[in-house]
């Protein structure tokens, strides 16, 4: 069985998270660095709120040595809302302060003109892969990550917003998961035991 580390940044509530990976799989909350063992197999990086905050509390608790150490040994990692977005170069929310810079591309603003912002509720995310069926999922969001290289969505909404990113190793949604119901625990399943 795979073990899931959930790194704890203190600015969201993690209770829904850590309820449904503890029903996938043996799971962890990680408050700090001295608190990181290394047998873990699937790191998560949850998150609401700003992105300069975030990128200074994954500082300050010393969680960016963890996610980078992670990202070298090929080891899983999810990133969900504000966690995907921190893997980012940079973000319109926060212009001088910058990502965690392991996938190319940035943050932007959603366009108000294209979709209704704060994209809060239950939308469809339209899958690329043939194993994934569409299905809808939970938003709480006004920015959107833009990856440099198209080819790593691999769900949108309506061809505009990225709602799945993969990456190698590192797996990004845009959307919650962990609030999705059945949808998005089947989902969380596969890509932990996978």
Known sequence: MKKVGILNLG????????????????????????????????????????FSLGMKLIKDLKFDVIIKEFCEKKKKIVGICLGLQLLMFRSDEANNIKGLALIDGEVKQIDRKK????????????FKSKDLKDKEFFFN????????????????????VPAYIVQENIHGFQFHPEKSSHNGLELLKN????
């Open 11 to 50: 600015i969201n509530n993690i209770k829904s998270i850590t309820n449904a990976c503890k029903s996938i799989s043996e799971t962890v909350v990680i408050n700090s660095y001295n608190e990181f063992n290394r047998d873990i197999d699937v790191l998560i990086l949850p998150g609401n709120g700003h």
């Open 115 to 126: 979709i209704k912002v704060p994209l809060l509720g239950w939308y469809t995310v339209n």
């Open 141 to 160: 969001n006004s920015y959107m990550v833009c990856p440099v290289n198209k080819d790593l969505i691999k769900g949108n909404i309506g061809n505009y």
């Open 191 to 194: 890509i932990i035991n996978n």
